[in-house]
Every structure is written in C-alpha cells, then in structure tokens.
C-alpha cells in the first residue's frame, strides 16, 4: 500500500476539506483527480504562504455571505402568511394546502419562494396555525407561520 502524500487544497473539496487546509491523501488520488482539476497543490512553504492570504480573503466572503444568510433567516422566520380553504365544520379541509400554495403565498407577500424550497412533510388538511420550513441555502431553512382559516360559503 502507498503512503499517503501531502497536499494543500486550492478550493473547498466535499469531505476532504476547505481552501488552505493541508491533507493527506492517496498518491493516485491526488495525481489523478485534485491535480488536473486544480483542486490542489503540493504543500510547500511558498505555496502554503500564497494560500493563507488567499484563505483569509475567502473567510471575510464567507462571514459576510453568512450574515446575509442570517439576516434573510430572520427575514422569513418573521413572515405570516393566511389563506383560506373550503372547510366542514370540524376544521377539516376538503382540499390541501400543499408546498406550490405556501410559494405563491410567500411570493404575494414580497418573499419570491420556489415550490422546491418549501419544505412540507404532508401537504396542510386542517384549519390553524401551521409552521412550514422554507429552505434558505445550505443547510440553513426559515420556519414560515401558515394561516389556514375556513373558507366562508353556503351553508348547504
């Protein structure tokens, strides 16, 4: 078995680490896939000089991606959206309010959302307060609060 090689990452690399960090993977690896993609570098002083700066430039962007993250969480996190649906007497809806419904809802309000961000374990089939996940970026979401009142109709 080869011995493992040192390498100092150019870019973040999914399960391997981020820009600047310095591993240990396998020769082939790295010949083969991190080198001609220009993932990677060999980990020498020069390059690891070049690479702290580069670093420090890329956390500044990222502190300042994640307050604009945070600051849209908090943005949606504040949302009350209502709708109304046909409903019986006990509260049940004879439809759903499903995730495309909650997007057009928050899309109305000023919060362009797509129906793939709404995040709903079963589409909403009764009268109430429902606390819905919208998917932000990453592994970060807003709990949205979604209105269901009763439609008035014709008592028949």
Same mark, same amino acid.
């Given at each position: 078995?080869?011995?493992?090689?040192?390498?100092?990452?150019?870019?973040?690399?999914?399960?391997?680490?981020?820009? =600047? !960090?310095?591993? *240990?993977?396998?020769?082939?690896? %790295? /010949?083969?896939?991190?080198?001609? /993609?220009?993932?990677?570098?060999? %980990? *020498?002083? !020069?390059?690891?000089?070049?690479?702290? /700066?580069?670093?420090?430039?890329?956390?500044?962007?990222?502190?300042?991606?994640?307050?604009?993250?945070?600051?849209?969480?908090?943005?949606? $996190? %504040?949302?009350?959206?209502?709708?109304?649906?046909?409903?019986? $007497?006990?509260?049940?809806?004879?439809?759903?309010?499903?995730?495309? *419904?909650?997007?057009?809802?928050?899309?109305?309000?000023?919060?362009?959302?797509?129906?793939?961000?709404?995040?709903?374990? $079963?589409?909403?089939?009764?009268? =109430?307060?429902?606390?819905?996940?919208?998917?932000?970026?990453?592994?970060?979401? %807003?709990?949205?609060?979604?209105?269901?009142?009763?439609?008035?109709?014709? $008592?028949?």
């Amino acid at each position: 078995m080869a011995k493992k090689v040192e390498v100092l990452l150019r870019e973040h690399v999914q399960h391997l680490g981020k820009c =600047g !960090d310095v591993v *240990n993977v396998a020769p082939g690896y %790295a /010949r083969n896939f991190l080198f001609p /993609r220009r993932l990677a570098t060999i %980990a *020498n002083d !020069d390059n690891k000089k070049q690479m702290s /700066r580069r670093r420090a430039k890329l956390d500044a962007e990222e502190a300042a991606r994640t307050a604009e993250l945070d600051k849209l969480v908090a943005v949606l $996190a %504040a949302v009350t959206v209502t709708t109304k649906a046909k409903a019986d $007497a006990q509260g049940h809806l004879y439809g759903s309010v499903n995730a495309a *419904n909650v997007a057009e809802l928050l899309t109305k309000a000023g919060h362009p959302t797509e129906e793939k961000h709404v995040r709903l374990d $079963a589409p909403l089939k009764a009268v =109430g307060k429902h606390t819905v996940k919208v998917h932000v970026h990453g592994d970060r979401t %807003a709990d949205v609060t979604v209105v269901v009142e009763a439609e008035m109709g014709d $008592a028949s």
